[in-house]
T-cell receptor
């Protein structure tokens, strides 16, 4: 059973460009989460999605960031007009069900975004 | 005050030592608790879930103290391969969200 897949693993963008990060959850998982890890900092929750629905986006910056999880295909985290402060590791996690008390999230290998 | 706090370390211990990490959380409504291990420039990997009754997996033992709002991880007979950053994570629960709140991690370095 393949784990959570993320691509690209490394992404370099110049300031002002767009970054698109993709995440395919584990087979059988319908819940996707995005986290960001800035250098020397902990993991911070960004957004929680189910198929075609954003459930919790309380950790998303108000501007330039958006996320989707379409009916078909991977989840996409999009960052428009990137700035140097967006340089970080972006991790996707997935879980099978929404039973909060017992749910477990499994992480993908991450996308390391570098903004020049 | 951060919602989840850990001692950042580093903890430098010799092989074979027993080491314990604590993690405190501030939201009493938190519902589930986890320890993850993160190697340098890698993704967090689930080490174990933490239950009120305590749970053990080989050399690793996790405990939850709801009254004092902390979780702990005990590693016995440390191996060189245990060197990593250990993250505690708390699922706050409540409403529809299922997000994890992470501590900043405790760095463990096991010395030969």
């Amino acid at each position: 059973n393949a784990g959570v897949m993320q691509n690209p693993r490394h992404l370099v963008r110049r300031r002002g460009q767009e970054a698109r990060l993709r995440c395919s959850p584990m087979k059988g998982h319908s819940h996707v989460y995005w986290y960001r890890q800035l250098p020397e900092e902990g993991l911070k929750f960004m957004v929680y999605l189910q198929k075609e629905n954003i459930i919790d986006e309380s950790g998303m910056p108000k501007e330039r960031f958006s996320a989707e999880f379409p009916k078909e295909g991977p989840s996409i985290l999009r960052i428009q007009q990137v700035v140097r402060g967006d340089s970080a590791a972006y991790f996707c996690a997935s879980s099978p069900v929404a039973v909060i008390s017992t749910d477990t999230q499994y992480f993908g290998p991450g996308t390391r975004l570098t903004v020049l | 005050r951060k919602e989840v706090e850990q001692d950042p370390g580093p903890f430098n211990v010799p092989e074979g030592a027993t080491v314990a990490f604590n993690c405190t959380y501030s939201n009493s409504a938190s519902q589930s608790f986890f320890w993850y291990r993160q190697d340098c420039r890698k993704e967090p990997k689930l080490l174990m879930s933490v239950y009120s009754s305590g749970n053990e997996d080989g050399r690793f033992t996790a405990q939850l103290n709801r009254a004092s709002q902390y979780i702990s991880l005990l590693i016995r007979d440390s191996k060189l391969s245990d060197s990593a950053t250990y993250l505690c994570a708390v699922n706050r629960g409540g409403g529809a969200t299922n997000k994890l709140i992470f501590g900043t991690g405790t760095l463990l370095a096991v010395q030969p």
